[in-house]
Nanobody
Framework: QVQMVESGGGLVQAGGSLRLSCAASVHTSRYAMAWFRQAPVKEREFVAVIMWNGVTTSYADSVKGRFAISRDYAKNARNLQMNNLEPEDTAVYYC?????????????????WGQGTQVTVSS
């Protein structure tokens, strides 16, 4: 069983930045890892994914150019750098790991999930 722990959420003003981190309890270098988010009364939505190779990435249109996903090999973690945050980015952010060798974009393609970290952006 893989356990995921997110950190780095908080309250920030619009235009500010936050860096989320997701650490796994076991080595996950061969897995794709993604960030999803869920705002109140909305469905969980895809934000960004980094493929097992640590190079190939994909982003939701709403965050392209503002968010960047990366790997931290030393800490067995993946990070999400969020810049120029907007109130619409307010949500609980979840990291997830998928055993697929491809580039999974759908939530049901992910096998393990963290508990989530709250990100609140004030206007």
């Amino acid at each position: 069983q893989v356990q995921m722990v997110e950190s780095g959420g908080g309250l920030v003003q619009a235009g500010g930045s936050l860096r989320l981190s997701c650490a796994a309890s076991v080595h996950t270098s061969r897995y794709a890892m993604a960030w999803f988010r869920q705002a109140p009364v909305k469905e969980r939505e895809f934000v960004a994914v980094i493929m097992w190779n640590g190079v190939t990435t994909s982003y939701a249109d709403s965050v392209k150019g503002r968010f960047a996903i990366s790997r931290d090999y030393a800490k067995n973690a993946r990070n999400l750098q969020m810049n120029n945050l907007e109130p619409e980015d307010t949500a609980v952010y979840y990291c997830a790991v998928s055993k697929t060798r491809g580039l999974p974009l759908a939530a049901d393609e992910y096998d393990y999930w963290g508990q989530g970290t709250q990100v609140t952006v004030s206007s």
